[in-house]
């Protein structure tokens, strides 16, 4: 099993999700840049490139990522300020969503997972 397949984690850290507080400052953002990206699911790592220079990243759901930019055709638009990726249409996609918070493959860190039998209000909360 690679690092990026827990579907469950429930971090906010480079890698992982969006918070909903940085997703709605994401939407006012003026230093999104044009961007290619390619998800390579068996490398575990994405390969974003920027002004024709090529950087590898990294993102805990790299299936999810790969959907949506297989519906975008792998354009997509890069914000390094706030190491955000937004894939055009990717909400309309099986992915389900158009921002992904990227992390460079030296600070990858595992999923973190909410506690077996914690309550719904505890899960509640951390969805934000």
């Known amino acids: 099993m690679s690092i990026s397949s827990d579907t469950r984690?429930?971090?906010?850290?480079?890698?992982h999700n969006v918070h909903l507080?940085?997703?709605?400052?994401?939407a006012g953002f003026d230093d999104w840049v044009d961007a290619r990206a390619y998800a390579d699911v068996e490398l575990d790592l994405i390969q974003l490139i920027v002004d024709g220079e090529q950087q590898l990243m990294w993102?805990?759901?790299i299936p999810a990522l790969a959907l949506a930019l297989a519906h975008s055709g792998g354009e997509a638009q890069w914000c390094a300020r706030y190491s955000s990726l937004l894939v055009p249409g990717g909400f309309d996609s099986p992915a389900r969503r158009s921002f992904f918070y990227?992390?460079?493959?030296e600070?990858?860190?595992?999923?973190?997972?909410?506690?077996a039998g914690a309550g719904a209000a505890a899960q509640e909360q951390l969805r934000g």
């Open 9 to 15: 984690c429930v971090s906010f850290t480079p890698g």
């Open 107 to 115: 600070r990858v860190h595992p999923c973190k997972r909410i506690a």
């Open 21 to 26: 507080i940085h997703g709605k400052k994401l």
């Open 102 to 105: 990227l992390a460079t493959p």
């Open 59 to 61: 993102f805990h759901d």
